[in-house]
């Protein structure tokens, strides 16, 4: 069973940046072409949305339209982890963000992941 844990987040000013880290505590691939980790958000009340993913055999990243060309996500495979800098905070910015991860191929925009991390909150003050 992978675990994933994650570091990051906070409460940030309009315009400021953070960053968020997550480690998976195992194999996060089926084979050795498979595997992906990244970060979706959540607002009480409304559906998980999709944020951002990276493949970890080829470094294929998929980006939400709302963050593309604020958020960049980075991985390190050695050490099972990806990193997510967010710049540009907007508030609307401010959510729950959950780290997730997929054992087999592509980069789903649903939920529809293997595992998950136990969230962190985002909040961008105005």
């Known amino acids: 069973q992978v675990q994933l844990v994650e570091s990051g987040g906070g409460l940030v000013q309009a315009g400021g940046s953070l960053r968020l880290s997550c480690t998976a505590s195992g194999r996060i691939g089926r084979t050795p072409s498979s595997g992906a980790m990244g970060w979706f958000r959540q607002v009480q009340g409304m559906e998980r949305e999709f944020v951002v993913g990276?493949?970890?055999?080829?470094?294929?990243?998929k980006y939400a339209r709302s963050v593309q060309g604020r958020f960049t996500i980075s991985r390190d495979n050695a050490k099972n982890t990806v990193s997510l800098q967010m710049n540009s905070l907007k508030p609307e910015d401010t959510a729950v963000y959950y780290c997730?991860?997929?054992?087999?191929?592509?980069?789903?925009?649903?939920?529809?992941?293997?595992?998950w991390g136990q969230g962190t909150q985002v909040t961008v003050s105005s």
């Open positions: 990276i493949s970890f055999s080829d470094g294929v990243t």
């Open positions: 997730a991860a997929l054992e087999g191929w592509g980069l789903p925009s649903t939920p529809q992941w293997d595992y």
